[in-house]
């Protein structure tokens, strides 16, 4: 979360304070050494009163959204981001009589196996850079999972609350680092290149510049991001729900049909990256096709415009229209990514062309006074976290068209909030945060 809060928020306004965020990140892991100590008599009470009042408090802030939410799918999706702090706030507020705490622990115990097992899987076959330390992650979590269910060390009360302490340990380690990094940056450096953000090495191409860019007027021309589901493909006709909105799902011949992601700003400026050849992605071979060893690398072509696109291949799905980001970012980046035609299903494809590249677009795209202030704002905000998770899928596997469309969607839903204002009264905004716009139903050609 706080690596795309920063990412946001942008270095510029930063680096003066590279210290005090330092600072806060001691703070914060000594607050983590407070709550652990108060788990230790397997109550916490104290921890569980504070942090449930906390995410009743950001529930409560986030009412004002819901109740303005300008349409129906708007309106799940906001009451969905309301869920999660006040699911949150009932385990830790409720009584002892009502198990909220077992409830709980039961809970994150499921999330940590299904997680777990996903990461260990993924490391395992797909072998992506990082597999070796993505495998002992997923160990840790099963165990940790292990623990939460035979209510180790303690009664599950202590064990939630050493979860929290966990959780704050990290944050607080990022934000140390982070104070470090901010230091060393020199003025013109992009924030993704510091290794917080370089773990896969998808931002060697993040631009460097030594003034910001003045926020877009509603007159210009916006990015449209296209999206061709693999659902959407004619010849499927089969449903496997989650998977066939993130990865792939088979075709009516044999295949796989995996989706596709692109980007387009007026006719001369278009981002699509494909294979030179056809992968073969029978569902017999596609777990072998999916390794991310540099034996499966091959050459990459670069498409030259959405209307090319479109005729040798066929219509997207959807379109989503965006206005906040850095036109002079995003061309410096893809002249940069051009440069280099290698393809990998996981390593570069065209998610990942798409991606970070409008990662690096959005680099301080809420730059302003008070940045520890809009700080604060945005990691209360639920739609941050859920970004956060889906971008952290994307790390330890790749990134895919469904992970960047829901990505994309989270912040910008975020940043409509929080660009009406920081404070409580002008914080929401009732349009919504992307726009997306159905094609026509895709029919088979004759």
Request: hydrophobic letters at 50%; a neutral charge; glycine letters at 8%.
């Amino acid at each position: 979360m706080l690596k795309i809060a920063f990412l946001l928020i942008g270095p510029a306004v930063f680096r003066p304070h590279g210290w005090a965020v330092s600072l806060l990140g001691g703070l914060v892991v000594a607050l983590a050494a407070l709550v652990a100590w108060d788990a230790l008599d397997g109550v916490a009470y104290v921890s569980h009163q504070a942090f449930g009042s906390v995410f009743l408090a950001i529930a409560l802030f986030h009412v004002l959204a819901v109740t303005n939410a300008p349409d129906r799918g708007e309106l799940v999706q906001r009451l969905w981001r309301l869920g999660l702090p006040l699911a949150v706030a009932a385990a830790l507020l409720a009584p002892p009589s009502l198990h909220g705490d077992w409830i709980a622990s039961v809970i994150v115990a499921v999330a940590l196996v299904i997680d777990g097992v996903i990461r260990l899987g993924i490391a395992l076959v797909v072998h992506v850079p990082g597999w070796r330390r993505n495998t002992l992650v997923a160990l840790a979590q099963l165990a940790g999972a292990a623990g939460l269910f035979w209510q180790w060390p303690l009664a599950p009360a202590g064990n939630i609350a050493l979860v929290l302490a966990l959780s704050l340990s990290l944050s607080g380690w990022v934000l140390v680092r982070m104070g470090g990094h901010l230091r060393r940056l020199d003025g013109k450096t992009s924030i993704l290149r510091s290794n917080l953000y370089s773990a896969r090495g998808w931002h060697v191409h993040a631009p460097s510049f030594d003034d910001a860019d003045p926020p877009r007027s509603p007159d210009q021309r916006p990015l449209i991001m296209y999206n061709w589901m693999p659902s959407g493909a004619p010849n499927v006709t089969m449903r496997l729900p989650v998977i066939d909105r993130y990865f792939a799902v088979p075709d009516v011949d044999g295949g796989m049909s995996s989706g596709h992601v692109s980007l387009e700003l007026g006719a001369d400026f278009y981002i699509s990256y494909y294979p030179n050849e056809e992968i073969e992605r029978s569902s017999s071979n596609f777990i072998n096709t999916m390794s991310g060893e540099p034996t499966h690398n091959m050459e990459g072509s670069f498409v030259p415009s959405f209307a090319f696109e479109v005729e040798d291949w066929r219509a997207p799905n959807r379109r989503f229209l965006l206005r906040r980001f850095s036109e002079r970012r995003l061309r410096a980046y893809w002249d940069s990514f051009r440069q280099d035609k290698t393809y990998s299903l996981v390593n570069r494809n065209c998610a990942v062309a798409v991606g970070p590249g409008l990662e690096a677009a959005m680099e301080g795209v809420w730059a302003g006074s008070r940045p520890f202030l809009r700080l604060a704002r945005l990691m209360v905000d639920p739609g941050l976290w859920l970004a956060a998770l889906i971008r952290g899928r994307a790390e330890f596997l790749t990134w895919t068209p469904g992970f960047v469309v829901d990505y994309m969607g989270e912040l910008n839903r975020m940043m409509d909030q929080c660009e009406q204002g920081v404070g409580l009264r002008n914080a929401f905004s009732g349009a919504p945060g992307m726009v997306g716009q159905d094609f026509p139903p895709i029919c088979d050609e004759a």
